[in-house]
């Protein structure tokens, strides 16, 4: 089983390795052709980057655009602008792509932001909530202590007095003494 799985180990390192060597020996081939070079630096750039951002640079470039253009499609317009000069579009792209990042990293901070204060207000909304179910059930405490205080009367005393004399004449007349009421 060992052999088989190194047998195996080998395939993948040489087809790793044959894919490498062919990509290698492909750029050398444009690298030797003298104008691809520069078509290819940036076209690894181009093609790395986002539609949206090839979009706006094929709009800073002065090119009129179709509704639905591919990457290709851009990259080509691009490539093919009369504006077109390498170190710049570069450059231009990658202020591009950072002013992108930082309008959605913007966007992440601001929506935190937002849910937090949302949270936040709920948490207080549901504090007021409480205190509020916590002061009516305080107040309706109050009223019956208060009810109950003001409303014994003589006939009250009686029946705790009576209740109470009940007990006293159970307990003497229980035959056991271990059982208490």
């Known amino acids: 089983m060992r052999w088989s799985c190194n047998i195996t180990h080998r395939k993948v390192r040489r087809k790793k390795f044959r894919f490498f060597f062919q990509e290698f020996q492909e750029l050398s081939c444009i690298r030797r052709s003298g104008s691809a070079v520069r078509d290819t630096r940036l076209s690894f750039v181009l093609a790395t980057a986002t539609r949206e951002d090839l979009i706006t640079l094929a709009t800073e470039l002065g090119e009129t655009l179709g509704s639905k253009e591919t990457k290709i499609t851009l990259k080509d317009v691009i490539l093919k602008s009369v504006d077109y000069e390498e170190k710049y579009v570069k450059e231009l792209l990658l202020a591009i792509a950072e002013e992108r990042k930082a309008r959605v990293e913007e966007e992440k901070v601001r929506a935190r932001a937002e849910t937090e204060e949302r949270e936040r207000s709920k948490r207080l909304e549901l504090e007021f909530e409480e205190r ?5 059930m305080e107040f309706v405490l109050q009223k019956l202590r ?14 705790r007095f009576r209740a109470i004399g009940f007990k006293t004449q159970m307990r003497s007349t229980n035959p056991d003494p271990s059982i208490r009421s």
């Open 132 to 136: 509020k179910r916590k002061d009516e």
């Open 146 to 159: 208060f009810h109950h205080n003001t409303s014994l009367s003589q006939t009250e005393y009686r029946v």
